[in-house]
Protein backbone atom coordinates (compact mmCIF):
# COMPACT_ATOMS: atom_id res chain seq x y z
CA UNK A 1 0.00 0.00 0.00
CA UNK A 2 1.58 3.30 -0.85
CA UNK A 3 2.31 6.05 2.11
CA UNK A 4 1.48 9.60 1.76
CA UNK A 5 3.90 12.06 3.76
CA UNK A 6 2.61 15.24 4.25
CA UNK A 7 -0.01 17.79 5.22
CA UNK A 8 -2.89 18.68 3.47
CA UNK A 9 -2.33 22.67 3.30
CA UNK A 10 0.36 21.99 0.89
CA UNK A 11 1.43 20.49 -2.43
CA UNK A 12 0.52 16.96 -0.84
CA UNK A 13 -2.81 17.33 -1.53
CA UNK A 14 -2.15 16.93 -5.06
CA UNK A 15 -1.29 13.74 -4.71
CA UNK A 16 -3.68 12.99 -2.03
CA UNK A 17 -6.07 14.68 -5.11
CA UNK A 18 -4.74 12.27 -7.55
CA UNK A 19 -5.00 9.16 -5.23
CA UNK A 20 -8.71 9.99 -5.03
CA UNK A 21 -9.67 10.12 -8.39
CA UNK A 22 -7.74 6.41 -9.35
CA UNK A 23 -9.50 5.04 -6.17
CA UNK A 24 -6.22 3.66 -4.99
CA UNK A 25 -5.49 2.57 -1.51
CA UNK A 26 -2.91 4.58 0.75
CA UNK A 27 -2.34 5.53 4.41
CA UNK A 28 -1.03 8.78 5.48
CA UNK A 29 1.66 9.67 7.62
CA UNK A 30 0.86 13.34 8.62
CA UNK A 31 3.94 15.20 9.01
CA UNK A 32 4.88 19.48 8.32
CA UNK A 33 7.58 20.34 6.55
CA UNK A 34 11.26 19.71 7.60
CA UNK A 35 9.68 17.30 10.60
CA UNK A 36 11.60 13.68 11.60
CA UNK A 37 9.12 11.86 9.34
CA UNK A 38 9.89 13.70 6.53
CA UNK A 39 13.35 14.73 6.86
CA UNK A 40 14.00 10.56 6.92
CA UNK A 41 12.68 10.09 3.22
CA UNK A 42 13.85 13.56 1.75
CA UNK A 43 16.68 15.50 3.31
CA UNK A 44 15.34 18.92 2.04
CA UNK A 45 12.46 18.56 4.27
CA UNK A 46 10.25 19.59 0.94
CA UNK A 47 6.89 18.20 0.96
CA UNK A 48 4.93 15.57 -0.28
CA UNK A 49 6.75 11.64 -0.31
CA UNK A 50 4.91 8.83 -1.33
CA UNK A 51 6.36 5.94 -0.26
CA UNK A 52 6.64 2.39 -2.81
CA UNK A 53 7.53 -0.25 -1.49
CA UNK A 54 9.76 1.29 1.47
CA UNK A 55 11.54 3.54 -1.25
CA UNK A 56 10.27 7.04 -1.33
CA UNK A 57 9.40 9.41 -4.35
CA UNK A 58 9.54 13.18 -3.60
CA UNK A 59 7.99 15.83 -5.66
CA UNK A 60 4.13 15.95 -5.86
CA UNK A 61 4.78 16.11 -9.75
CA UNK A 62 6.52 13.07 -10.07
CA UNK A 63 4.68 11.18 -7.52
CA UNK A 64 1.39 12.11 -9.32
CA UNK A 65 2.89 11.08 -13.03
CA UNK A 66 4.49 7.87 -11.59
CA UNK A 67 1.08 7.15 -10.13
CA UNK A 68 -0.69 8.21 -13.49
CA UNK A 69 2.10 6.39 -15.63
CA UNK A 70 1.77 2.87 -13.30
CA UNK A 71 -2.61 3.33 -13.31
CA UNK A 72 -2.83 4.09 -16.50
CA UNK A 73 -5.28 7.25 -15.82
CA UNK A 74 -5.16 10.81 -16.01
CA UNK A 75 -2.72 10.54 -18.17
CA UNK A 76 -2.02 10.12 -22.09
CA UNK A 77 0.16 7.28 -23.40
CA UNK A 78 3.84 8.41 -23.49
CA UNK A 79 5.49 8.79 -27.43
CA UNK A 80 1.95 10.51 -27.87
CA UNK A 81 1.08 13.78 -29.34
CA UNK A 82 -1.51 13.95 -26.32
CA UNK A 83 1.14 13.36 -24.03
CA UNK A 84 3.39 15.71 -25.65
CA UNK A 85 0.30 18.23 -25.06
CA UNK A 86 -0.20 17.26 -21.57
CA UNK A 87 3.32 17.65 -20.33
CA UNK A 88 3.24 20.74 -22.24
CA UNK A 89 0.73 22.17 -20.08
CA UNK A 90 2.35 20.84 -16.85
CA UNK A 91 5.75 22.16 -17.96
CA UNK A 92 3.96 25.86 -18.54
CA UNK A 93 2.17 25.64 -15.19
CA UNK A 94 5.18 25.09 -13.08
CA UNK A 95 7.62 26.93 -14.45
CA UNK A 96 4.99 30.31 -15.27
CA UNK A 97 2.73 30.08 -12.30
CA UNK A 98 4.05 27.69 -9.48
CA UNK A 99 7.43 29.51 -9.75
CA UNK A 100 6.41 32.66 -9.49
CA UNK A 101 3.81 31.67 -6.31
CA UNK A 102 6.90 29.55 -4.23
CA UNK A 103 9.37 32.92 -5.52
CA UNK A 104 6.39 35.26 -3.81
CA UNK A 105 6.55 32.35 -0.66
CA UNK A 106 9.91 32.68 -0.33
CA UNK A 107 10.26 36.45 -0.08
CA UNK A 108 7.38 36.80 2.36
CA UNK A 109 8.18 33.96 5.05
CA UNK A 110 10.75 31.03 4.17
CA UNK A 111 13.58 32.95 3.67
CA UNK A 112 15.50 34.69 6.42
CA UNK A 113 14.46 38.34 6.93
CA UNK A 114 17.73 39.45 5.39
CA UNK A 115 18.02 37.62 2.18
CA UNK A 116 14.27 39.13 1.24
CA UNK A 117 13.68 41.64 -1.18
CA UNK A 118 10.83 44.34 -0.68
CA UNK A 119 8.91 44.72 -3.58
CA UNK A 120 9.61 41.92 -5.41
CA UNK A 121 5.52 41.36 -5.55
CA UNK A 122 4.61 43.51 -7.76
CA UNK A 123 7.24 42.56 -10.56
CA UNK A 124 5.75 38.80 -9.87
CA UNK A 125 1.95 39.94 -9.86
CA UNK A 126 2.53 41.29 -13.08
CA UNK A 127 4.22 38.08 -14.16
CA UNK A 128 1.73 36.14 -13.20
CA UNK A 129 -1.15 37.94 -15.11
CA UNK A 130 0.90 37.97 -17.84
CA UNK A 131 1.29 33.73 -17.48
CA UNK A 132 -2.43 33.46 -16.79
CA UNK A 133 -3.59 35.30 -19.91
CA UNK A 134 -0.78 32.91 -22.30
CA UNK A 135 -2.68 30.18 -20.43
CA UNK A 136 -6.28 31.14 -21.05
CA UNK A 137 -5.63 31.70 -24.67
CA UNK A 138 -3.97 28.31 -24.64
CA UNK A 139 -7.10 26.38 -23.09
CA UNK A 140 -10.12 25.01 -25.20
CA UNK A 141 -13.30 24.89 -24.23
CA UNK A 142 -13.17 21.62 -22.80
CA UNK A 143 -14.42 21.09 -19.24
CA UNK A 144 -10.25 20.29 -18.52
CA UNK A 145 -7.01 21.23 -20.04
CA UNK A 146 -7.40 18.36 -22.74
CA UNK A 147 -10.85 18.63 -23.19
CA UNK A 148 -13.26 16.01 -22.03
CA UNK A 149 -9.90 14.09 -20.40
CA UNK A 150 -9.07 14.84 -17.06
CA UNK A 151 -5.00 14.83 -16.66
CA UNK A 152 -2.28 15.80 -14.23
CA UNK A 153 -1.67 19.24 -15.21
CA UNK A 154 -5.43 19.68 -13.74
CA UNK A 155 -4.57 19.09 -10.81
CA UNK A 156 -1.66 20.64 -10.75
CA UNK A 157 -3.50 24.08 -12.08
CA UNK A 158 -6.02 23.67 -9.64
CA UNK A 159 -4.05 23.49 -6.48
CA UNK A 160 -2.08 26.34 -7.91
CA UNK A 161 -5.91 28.37 -8.31
CA UNK A 162 -6.65 27.96 -4.43
CA UNK A 163 -2.54 29.22 -3.96
CA UNK A 164 -3.03 32.31 -5.68
CA UNK A 165 -6.42 32.93 -4.05
CA UNK A 166 -5.05 32.88 -0.84
CA UNK A 167 -1.75 34.19 -1.85
CA UNK A 168 -3.51 37.59 -2.90
CA UNK A 169 -2.61 37.12 -6.49
CA UNK A 170 -5.45 37.55 -9.50
CA UNK A 171 -7.21 35.19 -11.54
CA UNK A 172 -9.81 37.86 -13.10
CA UNK A 173 -13.39 36.81 -14.06
CA UNK A 174 -13.13 34.67 -17.20
CA UNK A 175 -12.25 31.61 -18.41
CA UNK A 176 -9.66 30.29 -15.93
CA UNK A 177 -11.84 31.22 -12.92
CA UNK A 178 -14.78 29.17 -14.51
CA UNK A 179 -12.61 26.42 -14.80
CA UNK A 180 -11.26 26.72 -11.23
CA UNK A 181 -15.14 26.59 -10.18
CA UNK A 182 -15.85 22.62 -12.03
CA UNK A 183 -12.61 22.05 -10.90
CA UNK A 184 -13.35 22.27 -6.63
CA UNK A 185 -16.93 20.14 -7.48
CA UNK A 186 -15.13 16.96 -8.19
CA UNK A 187 -15.51 14.57 -5.36
CA UNK A 188 -11.99 13.79 -5.57
CA UNK A 189 -10.69 17.19 -4.93
CA UNK A 190 -13.24 17.68 -2.20
CA UNK A 191 -11.76 14.29 -0.49
CA UNK A 192 -8.48 15.20 -0.85
CA UNK A 193 -9.12 18.82 0.65
CA UNK A 194 -10.64 17.52 3.64
CA UNK A 195 -8.46 14.62 4.26
Known sequence: MYQVVGITKTRTVRVLW????MG????????????????????SGKLPALIVD????????????????????LTYPA??????????????????????LWTAARHTFVLPQDKRIKGIKDTLRWEFARSIDLLQGRMGDGPNLMGEKFTIPDIILTHIGGWARVSNFDVPDGKLREYFRRQIKRPAYIAASNS
Open 18 to 21: ALHE
Open 79 to 100: GTVERAQQDSFTHFILDELDAI
Open 24 to 43: LEFERIIAPSRSPEILAVNP
Open 54 to 73: GTPIIDSTAIITYLADKHGQ
